[in-house]
């Protein structure tokens, strides 16, 4: 694995980290926006270059809420949504994490097992 690939997903697996961690009931998709943002900004990541950081699931595979930094949704438990911060970490090419959750009384709880943090190889 190419080593800016690599720096890239641990970038974005730290991002969705801190998504997980702002996701409770009483913030906004707002919040969220900006925590992964933070995030990737810490880790060297262009603000803006890939649009929203994740949306609404439900009757449609995206949908309204945005993870955008002015939507002001209020997250409730028994929203589910998607937190999928990405960057482009080289002219043309993008890495973008995605993690499925559902907000319960006490923070995010994830629909399926956690990405692994180290980017796997296959060979």
């Not at 720096?7 to 925590?35: C, K, N, Y």
Request: a negative charge; hydrophobic letters at 45%.
């Amino acid at each position: 694995i190419a080593d800016d690939t690599a720096r890239a997903h641990e970038i974005v697996w730290q991002a969705t980290e801190a998504g997980l961690a702002a996701a409770r009931p009483g913030a906004t998709f707002a919040d969220l926006f900006h925590a992964m943002q933070n995030a990737l900004s810490a880790g060297g990541a262009a603000e803006g270059n890939v649009g929203r950081l994740g949306h609404g699931l439900g009757m449609q595979l995206t949908e309204h809420p945005s993870i955008t930094p002015w939507d002001r949704t209020v997250l409730e438990p028994g929203l589910v949504l998607t937190l999928e911060p990405g960057m482009e970490f080289a002219p043309g090419r993008m890495l973008v994490h995605e993690e499925n959750i559902v907000l319960r009384a006490d923070g995010a709880e994830l629909l399926s097992a956690r990405a692994p943090e180290a980017l796997p190889e296959l060979t």
